[in-house]
């Protein structure tokens, strides 16, 4: 079998027992893969984690955080889970779309960058942990890219249909049209689902309690409704020319959150991405442009029924919009693999709130962030010696325009720093890195590299500005904020001993100016939410083991652990907030190449490293079992089911509530039983 050889023993999560078109590969992968291909690719397959399309196929930040323990899902609802990579969320991580860059509007971030694909466009998802990614600006701690399916030759087509507790629904069809010289892609997906049930047999419309709860005629509201259409097309004029678009949308509606105090009316996607490829000279010229659109409400809360003329008591309507491009050449010189290029890119934000009779006009406003930036990354092999370097400069130019100032923003920039706040910052930085790895036998190597990287703040971090009513604190951006930086330490081996392999890895990451949430008063007269730039560490690391037992049957087990403490500032306790537990996955699989079992147990642990100073609290420990079976005819059929927390335990992640310094979140706990069942046509 073909399963049994060495090459195929990668790390795949589940070995690849169908059709490639129902595969999502996720690739972790390491520095210099990219440029030594010949010398590297051969390995990287050990560092391929395929997963094939069995799960419930909800949203991508949940599957990667399913199948990864060092990623944790923020969960907020029942889909659009954000993710944190190894204690590291939101700007710290980059988060790209085939290489776009894009952003949520939310300033409550219910849409995720991750959220603004669906998971049937998906081919790859490439993970590039620490302080290693020249190629973009702002990747702090990690890189996420999400790749899309290319358009292949010949006609075919595929039809998926998903179903499962609560009313969930979700289908899928995908056309393929493809010559030597034209091919395209074109999809559609449709996902619905209600309310779903934790282990308790709450709905999670049920935990939001007083002006937060939903209306009774609300608990069992639609969850969400999400249509997304996809259009992909490959021009290949001559052999030397490549063109490749790529058009999606998106219309997520009725999403609920009740994690926070709003829900999402709609968030429409436009995304476009032109990729032009040179071939005989290495070059690639891309440009892209994204735009989203969110509107939310408390509409469907009690918190609204006083406000029924118009329907809600807040709303906030927001907009954000990005382009960007990137010129980069691969050249050869002296034998050293290089990787250079110019990117750049604008990303505007706006929006605007309502809050009782508050109009909080330029909630944040009309901020661009503009960054243009040079890099090279060049890497070579010597014996047994890989070494790997890159450098990065950017420019990067933050600013709110003040024709968009609202009296919020005048009024509580003033009250909680001082007058003379700037609505403009330009931050110049070099960023880079460098990485010796040693193999010590062809498969079998150790690695440690150092890294240094920067991202500046984001628009809502330095600018954004909400007056609330009465006693509740105001919500206001740190115009002063500083950029962050990274000093990283990363270590790590592989190891391969007959059908068994483990591979590792450490981190110590030294932050300065690291951007975190704070309460101010200044002499005003109520306190506000706001940001403020402490020194911290983040350190943990990572294990992976991968075994065949016998032909069919193999053993998977990942577990990761992470901390992260405060440096200075001013505070009672030094934990920092958001810091995942250890998690553990093990997974026990039979796979005779067309039936497939898998059980999976996944463990995490008590988390009681929490920062009391913003009213953190500690997360129990919970198992939970899932399995899953499938049967597959090559390329024309599959059919899976699956139990996801078989036992119907009650439990919660500990990123399941909003941080906030004057009051614990809402615990959003995680689905109960969960049954589905996928099936598959391939025509
Ligand atoms: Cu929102």
Redesign the pocket.
Known sequence: MKRLSVAALAFPLLFSFSSAQEIIKLKKVKVYEELLPEEIVGESKEVTEEEIKTTRQIDIGEILSNIFPEINHIRKGGTANDIVLRGFGRENINVLIDGMRIYGA???R?DPPIFHMSTPQVKEVYILEGPFDVSNQGSLAGLVNLISKDPEKGFFGTVGLTGGFFDYLSGNLQFNYGTDRIKFLIGYNKQFSHPYKSGEGKKITEYPKGLSAYKPSEINHTAFNIDSAWLSAVFNLTEEHEIKIRYGFDEAKDVLYPYLK?D?VYDRTHRINVKYLLKPFNVSVNGYWNFVK?D?QDRWRVSSNMWSFRGYMMR?L?KTETYGGKIEKKLNIYGIRFKSGISGYVRNWKANNKLMNLDNKGMIPDVDIKNIGIYIQGAKKVGKNTISAGIRYDNTKSEANKNYLGTANKNLYNLYYDSNYSLSKTDSYITGNILFRYNFSKRNSIYMGFGHTVRVPDPEERYIALAKPMTKPNWVGNPNLKKVKNNEFDAGFEYYWDLFGVKGNIFYSDLTDYIYLTKIQNGAPKPALSYQNIDAHIYGGDINAVGMLTDTVSIEFGAAYQRGKKDSGKYKDSDLAEIPPLKTRLALKYDNGSLYIIAEEIYAARQSNVDADLNEQPTKSYFVTNIKAGYTIKNRASINIGIDNLFDKNYYTHLSYLRDPFRAGIKVPEPGRFFYMNVRFMF
């Open positions: 939310c300033p409550n219910m709003m999402a969110h939310m906030t927001a």
